[in-house]
């Protein structure tokens, strides 16, 4: 029994033995052999690798995919003319040398995003501080990235290498700080304001003119069409008139007991009128004249 307790311990020691100087490299990193805190090997290659048991050797990983730094609390930074605005941006960058980075920069990655976050900043503010505002949105953007990516790597590739490659430089956003941004947006408004009360003052204007020119024509119809009502009117009252001269014409004595009968229809047409009349006036002369009541009984 103690035979066989002896012979499964001496195994289960040979296995950890062995499994601890085995270990596996992914494809997504670099592995690291140390032999008494000295790097002894890099491996690139994925596989199963084979290695000293602890103390004697140790292995570390590095990642050697591409990685992104992004501004977290960018700080305002100074234009040509002295304005602050902000910048947000972010750097791809590899480790390419995992022997350099260790030396240089760290035994991980973060190690590497903090100092290279310093080398980006101070590179922005450099040259930001050579460009305007304009140029930092528009004209100059591209040339500005490809300005901080050419210093960044004359840092990190200089007489100590990092062991790192800065693969792209990107600017994603450009703005005034928040006090100033308040202004700009209030001076924005006031603007917009401004052309809005423009527009309605023209249009106001406009209005007026079209409503002014609606009332001359309104006017100037409504003046013509009673010139032609009078013309018109005139016309028949002469033609009526022309008429009656050619009808009473025929017969004065007719015509003149129709004007009585017309007078008289005119005079008396309400109940309630009173007259004080002489009954000796022409007035009623039609009524008394048997000729005009002859005349009358003929008609």
Known sequence: ????????????????????????????QFGVVYALGQIKEVITEPGLNFKLPPPFQNVSYIDKRLLTLSSLDPEPM???????????WYVRWRITDPQAY????GLDENAGAVQLNRVVR???QENVNKRTVRELISTRREALMSDVQREMLAVVKGTKPWGIDIIDVRVTRVDYVEAITESVYRRMEAERKRV???LRSTGFAEG??????????REVIVANAYRDAQKIKGEGDARAAAAYAEAFGRDPQFAQFYRSLDAYKQSFNKKSDVMVLDPSSDFFRAM?????ASAAARR
């Open 196 to 198: 809005a009360n423009e």
């Open 102 to 105: 260790i030396r240089n920069v």
């Open 288 to 292: 008394q004249s048997s000729g005009g």
């Open 1 to 28: 029994m103690n035979k066989l307790g002896f012979i499964v311990s001496s195994v289960l020691v040979a296995l950890a033995l062995l499994s601890s100087t085995l270990f596996v490299v992914d494809q997504r």
């Open 78 to 88: 100074l234009t040509a003319e002295k304005q602050r605005v902000v910048i947000d």
């Open 122 to 124: 101070n590179a922005f």
């Open 208 to 217: 007026e003119k079209i409503r002014a020119d609606a009332d001359r024509q």
